[in-house]
Nanobody, 125 residues
């Protein structure tokens, strides 16, 4: 059973930074694609960033240059370093995983099989 758990959310002043973590378990070979998404109440889930099995990373335009996705050497934990946060980055953040992904679907929520419970990020002025 694949499970994901996010942590690291919180409240931060605009211009500040936060680092989210996503602990992934259940893949015996730790070979999978992972994505970060965010969603506000009554809005559609929005892609933030994704990483392929070969560690190629893609970012949504709204966060490119400010957010940095990485994962540890064991590929059991992924991180989302968020810098220069803006009020509009306020959302619930989710990580998601899938065994095999196409690059074209890396930033599409329906391309993922497993999801964490989310962690709230609030950016205040």
């Amino acid at each position: 059973q694949v499970q994901l758990m996010e942590s690291g959310g919180g409240s931060v002043q605009a211009g500040g930074s936060l680092r989210l973590s996503c602990a992934v378990s259940g893949y015996t070979d730790n070979d999978y694609c992972l994505g970060w998404f965010r969603q506000a109440p009554q809005k559609e889930r929005e892609a933030v960033a994704g990483i392929t099995r070969s560690d190629t990373i893609y970012y949504a335009g709204s966060v490119k240059g400010r957010f940095d996705l990485s994962r540890d050497n064991t590929k059991t934990t992924a991180y989302l370093e968020m810098n220069n946060l803006k009020h509009e980055d306020t959302d619930m953040y989710y990580c998601a995983a899938v065994r095999i992904c196409a690059v074209a679907r890396l930033l599409q929520a329906d391309g993922y099989s497993y999801w964490g419970q989310g962690t709230q990020v609030t950016v205040f002025s």
